[in-house]
T-cell receptor, first 112, second 115 residues
C-alpha cells in the first residue's frame, strides 16, 4: 500500500538557519502531495501542496517540489524563525478513498 | 467560509467507560469526513471515513465505531474504552467538488486520556 517516510526528529536549528526536512513516498498512480504543520496542542494546518510532477508548492517561505523520479517531496525554508517551531507532516492522497497517508512527523525546534 | 468544530477539546475517561466525540462542519455540503488518531509521539492513523449520510468505511479493526447521522456531522464512539484508545483525535473534511486536489481540512482535535 501507500506509504510516506520522513526524516526523524527532532531537528534543532538556530534562527535564520536553512531547513530541509526529507520526505519520500511509495504510491501507485500519481498522488497529490502535502505538507501539514501542527503547532503545540492544535490540529493540523495545510502548509503547501503539489498535485503533479515538477509542481512546486510554496507558502510562508516554505517550498517543496514534487519529484516523481526520486519519489520525494522535501520541505525547505531558507531562514527559519522561532515561530516555525512545530511538528511537520508529509502526506499523500489516495485518490480512490480520498484519504491521506501521513509520515510519522518531524519535530522542528528553532532556538533564538 | 467553511469551519470545522470538534468537542470536547479534552476528555479524561476511565477504562471501560463509553465515548462519544462529535465533529461538525459548517459552510459546505456533502463533504467527505474523516477521523484520524494520533498516538503519543506517532503519526496520524486513519480510523474511519464517510462519503455520505450513513456511509462509513472502517480502516482499522478496533473497538471504536463511527456514525454520520447528518450531512455535516460525524461522531466517533466506543462502548468500552481501552487504555490504548488514548490519543489525539482529529476530524477532517474534504470538499467533493470536481477538480479538488484532495487536501483535507482539520478540526482542532480532542485529546483523550483513558485512565
Amino acid at each position: 500500500g501507500d506509504s510516506v517516510t520522513q526524516m526523524e526528529g527532532p531537528v534543532t536549528l538556530s534562527e535564520e538557519a536553512f531547513l530541509t526536512i526529507n520526505c519520500t513516498y511509495t504510491a501507485t498512480g500519481y498522488p497529490s502531495l502535502f505538507w501539514y504543520v501542527q503547532y503545540p496542542g492544535e490540529g493540523l494546518q495545510l502548509l503547501l501542496k503539489a498535485t503533479k510532477a515538477d509542481d512546486k508548492g510554496s507558502n510562508k517561505g516554505f517550498e517543496a517540489t514534487y519529484r516523481k523520479e526520486t519519489t520525494s517531496f522535501h520541505l525547505e525554508k531558507g531562514s527559519v524563525q522561532v515561530s516555525d517551531s512545530a511538528v511537520y507532516f508529509c502526506a499523500l492522497s489516495d485518490k480512490g478513498r480520498r484519504a491521506l497517508t501521513f509520515g510519522s512527523g518531524t519535530r522542528l525546534q528553532v532556538q533564538p | 467560509s467553511q469551519t470545522i468544530h470538534q468537542w470536547p477539546a479534552t476528555l479524561v475517561q476511565p477504562v471501560g467507560s463509553p465515548l462519544s466525540l462529535e465533529c461538525t462542519v459548517e459552510g459546505t455540503s456533502n463533504p467527505n469526513l474523516y477521523w484520524y488518531r494520533q498516538a503519543a509521539g506517532r503519526g496520524l492513523q486513519l480510523l474511519f471515513y464517510s462519503v455520505g449520510i450513513g456511509q462509513i468505511s472502517s480502516e482499522v479493526p478496533q473497538n471504536l465505531s463511527a456514525s454520520r447521522p447528518q450531512d455535516r456531522q460525524f461522531i466517533l464512539s466506543s462502548k468500552k474504552l481501552l487504555l490504548s484508545d488514548s490519543g489525539f483525535y482529529l476530524c477532517a473534511w474534504l470538499p467533493t467538488l470536481a477538480g479538488s486536489s484532495y487536501e483535507q481540512y482539520f478540526g482542532p482535535g480532542t485529546r483523550l486520556t483513558v485512565t
